[in-house]
């Protein structure tokens, strides 16, 4: 593609420092983004996916947390140098985050009216009528129906499918470039989740934003991610097209984790267990992380951290056993 | 040898000072299942569906406001202090929350052996050994029956909760979503016990999900259900590969494939889950099925066997 | 529970082991006798001070009692009191909070009723009307506060239930055939305790002051008793004069409560059930798992499991 790309993130590392030790949240991730995209960070809980989202936007807990090396590249200018001034100015109106929990990501005592006014009134300096109007088109984008009814009404007497999408139409109000989006739809029933999902590509055709979904689920990844990264203790081990890495999936990690996931339309196909337990994120081996757990684990694996190969077309692995291939014309 | 005949259960839905109910949450309208020795039944649905309130009803932690429940031909009912703890040996289950579902001040050890009967002719010493053998077979270590339940993963201590429900030697086990709030690699070890130990000790399940998937590893049969009423049985593989219900092709093409190019011709359903103190008229799932006929807002449809062995609930048929 | 040193309540901690041990070690502690006095030495002011002696460090009252002694010797009251008034309405409280969190519906409602009648009674006026009705004496006091505190106990002990009543692990009690009276004891008890404990250390200094005050209005324990509020009392006449014969007892009192305070602060904070203790992880992995090499990571993996 030759249009720049929307974000890049160069090595980035995120460490918590707590009485027991440091902890490698993220270990080194690095990631291109073009607009209109979407990407699933997908792994399973203590991958860092979530922390890699909270770093991008600079939110890490702090004290104990801090980003400790890297840069995140929005439209070339690195968010990790500027003021605390300067970022609130990015977040919201160039990034926006869509967390789990529908239920207290909304304020409940205040009407969905004012919760996306607020937003729109801080980014978009809008006010009386051109507010309002701003407001309910941001809500009729998410498919609300009866917008203007629901401007007073309260967060509970949504639905949880509801809710989120009011919480997206107020992440969205102010059309940023990206929508972070942090397992949106592990709190929602499948069927709404379906409608949730739809909405999400249909807005994004719409808008051109990028989009980032965070999730475990990979049948959410095969349903609307354009390119995949999978995590695994802090580092992406796999990352490409979707369709590539269902296809071919070039890393042990990924490889483990399609096996021994059931799937609603293949029957009774023998699930392969992955032995062993997720690592310590305060104690990680020398080596790769997963070399303990890999069913192709090799002496090397245990003692250093294997490189990045390239399986052509931008499909990336970080494995010693990964053998390279080069298309024609890649780097 | 467990059978529900037409079992509804309402809550009252009382607000604030009034006396009385106000109005009734219909969770379930009128169910009925029967799972045999061995089988596994398969329960799906979305939140409303009422298959906890179902799994409630089996495990007698709720009774039910109309309807019976026989258990090898017994009225659940009239059952004497003998037949209940006879029942409670012989159906016992595994909950989601590996975390709630062990007492974090109970040694592993008290927790497994706790559906043991007091009295009774096994010495301590007994149940000390049927505690380890249990454990063992569930995949854990016999020593750590001496440890505390914060000293384990969430993995293993579901596998706790599974070695509690097997130490009475019961034949049937209520599985209320086993594995949705473990991790993903995890998911599979687990999934994976439970059907070996259903073949290696002939146990029936009820399992219980929102997973589709999870549910299809180990169900022989499976139940759809939707707003407090059962919508589709059948023969899994039947069900999955060729579902009758409108709401079960929905269900199954929400039910994510782990394929980009396996996409199903997706259906994506209009509106919510109904309100389960005021249903829609009719067929409960007529506001949002894409084959509503006119008739389907007026009539509630009856569940018939439509093909040998499948029953449905739609006036399509 | 692990605590690191420099979390430890030492200030709360050394005043209470010090209370304790004043109080057992009383008569080994206290110069003179608390109850009985040299007229001719009345109202003799603190040492140090103009007219002050060695052998009354703190002073006499007006009967010629030396306030030291008569402060040590206090702190038993206090403190057997307030244990005796905590241990019963503790143990009646918590017994009904139990079984109405269980039991819910009507005993529940009726249950709180009571508490709630309980609790709004305007607690000193109770408490005068009732001693005076039955005259100052030791049990009575205890008895009355009893009366007084057990709604408090009962309340939160309810609420405490209804929150442990609804873990799975009390659901698959029943379902393993466990009696009521099993799970209650053997279930939500057990994880009711910190609560327990953390409420009783903090009625503790409430206790203190409820004795203090009583005794202060004469309705407490009855004179010559060196009951700290008692000693208050007494020397309301003379503040302006001999102002020691109020103002030690009243440290002594404020420094217990404090500390008893802090001490149930800082127990609320540590016994705090949400934290997850994740310790050594058994190596609980069998053999019927892919085998695994000696170079897997050891130790915990921080709520790696969680959904």
């Known amino acids: 593609m030759a249009t720049p790309p929307l974000l890049v993130v160069e090595d980035l590392k995120t460490h918590f420092f707590t009485r027991r030790g440091v902890t ?10 073009h607009a209109g995209e979407t990407m699933a960070l997908v792994g399973e809980s203590g991958c860092g996916k979530s922390v890699t989202c909270l770093s991008l936007v600079r939110l890490v807990p702090e004290p104990a947390g801090r980003i400790v090396a890297g840069r995140v590249l929005l439209e070339g200018e690195d968010l990790l140098t500027k003021s ?4 609130r100015r990015v977040r919201g109106k160039k990034i926006a985050m869509v967390l789990q929990d529908p239920m207290t990501s909304l304020n409940p005592a205040l009407t969905i009216g004012t919760q996306v006014s607020e937003v729109v009134r801080l980014h978009q300096k809008l006010r009386g009528a051109a507010l309002r109007e701003r407001v309910l088109s941001a809500l009729r984008r998410l498919r609300i129906s009866a917008a203007d009814r629901r401007l007073v009404q309260y967060p509970h007497q949504f639905s949880g499918g509801m809710r989120q999408r009011v919480s997206s139409a107020i992440g969205l109000s102010c059309e940023p470039r990206l929508l972070i989006a942090d397992e949106p739809t592990t709190s929602l029933d499948v069927t709404i989740q379906a409608q949730y999902l739809e909405l999400l590509k249909e807005v994004q055709a719409a808008a051109g934003v990028a989009i980032i979904l965070v999730t475990h689920d990979f049948g959410i990844v095969a ?35 399609l096996r021994c996931l059931p799937d609603a339309g293949l029957g009774r196909q023998k699930l392969v267990e992955i032995g062993g337990q997720p690592p310590d994120l305060s104690r990680l081996p020398a080596g790769c992380p997963f070399a303990p757990r890999c069913p192709e684990r090799q002496a090397i694996c245990l003692e250093q951290s294997p490189p990045t190969v390239s399986v052509g077309n931008g499909h990336l692995a970080e494995c010693w056993a990964t053998k390279p291939v080069s298309s024609p014309g890649s780097p | 040898m ?41 329960i799906v649905g979305e939140s409303g569906s009422g298959k906890t309130t179902l799994a409630k009803i089996i495990l007698l932690l709720e009774r039910p406001t109309a309807g019976s429940l026989r258990f090898d031909g017994k009225d659940v009912a009239s059952f004497t202090r003998d037949d209940l703890a006879r029942y409670r040996r012989s159906v016992q289950a595994v909950f989601q929350d590996p975390y709630s579902s062990l007492n974090p001040r109970m040694r592993v050890e008290h927790i497994v052996a706790e559906p043991l009967p007091r009295n009774g002719d096994m010495s301590r010493a007994e149940k000390s050994d049927r505690v380890r053998e249990v454990l063992q077979l569930v995949g854990l270590r016999r020593d750590s029956a001496v440890l505390y339940p ?69 169900a022989t049969r499976m139940a759809v259900m939707y707003a407090g009423k059962l919508v589709e049985t059948g023969e899994c593989d039947a069900v999955y590969g060729v579902p009758l219900h409108p709401y079960t092709e929905a269900l199954l093409s929400a039910a994510l494939p782990l394929h980009p190019s396996a996409r199903r011709q997706r259906i994506v359903l209009r509106g919510e889950v109904p309100n389960p103190m005021k249903p829609p008229d009719g067929c409960r799932f007529h506001p949002r099925c894409p084959k509503a006929m006119e008739r389907c807002s007026n009539e509630e449809p009856e569940g018939r066997e439509v093909k040998p062995g499948r029953f449905t609930a739609c006036h399509l048929y | 529970m692990r605590v ?7 200030f709360a901690g050394a005043i209470l082991i010090a209370l304790v041990l004043t109080a057992v070690f009383a008569p080994y502690l206290a110069p003179q006798s608390p109850t009985e006095g040299d007229i001719t030495q009345k109202l003799i002011p603190p040492f140090g001070m103009e007219g002050g002696e060695a052998g009354h460090p703190l002073g006499t009252d007006r009967f010629g009692r030396d306030v030291l002694s008569r402060v040590i010797y206090g702190s038993r009251i206090s403190l057997i009191v307030s244990l005796l008034a905590i241990g019963l309405s503790g143990t009646f409280g918590t017994a009904l909070g139990l079984i109405s969190g269980y039991r819910g519906g009507l005993t529940d409602s009726l ?30 006091v205890v008895l009355v506060i009893s009366f007084l505190l057990w709604p408090r106990f009962a309340r939160q002990i309810r609420g405490e239930t209804l929150a442990v009543k609804e873990q799975d692990f009390v659901a698959l009690a029943v379902v393993a055939g466990r009696s009521s009276t099993w799970i209650i004891s053997r279930h939500i008890f057990p994880n009711v305790v910190p609560t327990l404990l953390v409420i009783s250390t903090l009625q503790v200094g409430y206790v203190i002051l409820l004795e203090g005050t009583l005794s202060f209005l004469g309705v407490g324990v009855p004179p010559p008793n060196p009951a700290w509020g008692l000693m208050i009392a007494e020397g309301r006449g003379f503040l302006a004069t001999a102002w020691w014969i109020t103002l030690f007892p009243g ?36 053999a019927t798992i892919e085998p695994v090499p000696e170079a897997r990571p050891r130790g915990a993996a921080a709520g790696a499991d969680g959904g």
């Open chain 1, 24 to 33: 490698k949240a993220v270990d080194g991730v690095s990631f291109t983004l």
């Open chain 1, 84 to 87: 605390p001034g300067e970022m």
């Open chain 2, 2 to 42: 467990i059978e529900a005949f037409g079992l509804k259960k309402y809550f009252p839905a009382s607000s604030g000072f009034a006396i009385g109910a106000s109005g009734w949450v219909r969770a379930l309208d009128g169910v009925s299942v029967k799972v045999g020795a061995g089988e596994t039944l398969g």
């Open chain 1, 223 to 257: 349903a609307i991610a354009d390119r995949v990264a999978v995590m695994y203790a802090g580092r992406i081990v796999e990352m490409g097209t979707t369709l590539e890495v269902f296809n071919n999936p070039s890393h042990p990690y990924t490889r483990s984790l």
């Open chain 3, 251 to 286: 440290l002594a009192m404020l420094l217990t409560v404090l500390a008893v305070n802090l001490m149930g602060d800082w127990l609320r904070d540590h016994l705090d059930p949400k934290l997850r203790q994740v310790g050594s992880r058994a190596e609980a992995e069998p």
């Open chain 2, 150 to 218: 914060h000293e384990f993963s969430g993995g293993q201590r579901q596998r706790i909760a599974i070695a509690r429900a097997l130490v009475t030697y019961p034949k049937f086990i209520v599985l209320d979503e086993p594995v949705s709030a473990l991790d993903v690699s995890i998911r599979a070890q687990i999934l994976n016990l439970l059907k070996g130990l259903q073949e290696k000790l002939g146990l029936a399940y009820v399992i219980i999900s929102h997973d589709l998937a999870a549910a299809r590893y180990l």
């Open chain 3, 111 to 140: 249950l709180m009723r009571c508490a709630d009648i309980g609790l709004s009674l305007p607690t000193i006026l109770i408490a005068v009307v009732l001693v005076a009705v039955s005259e100052p004496s030791f049990q009575n």
């Open chain 3, 4 to 10: 690191r040193s420099r979390e430890l309540p030492w």
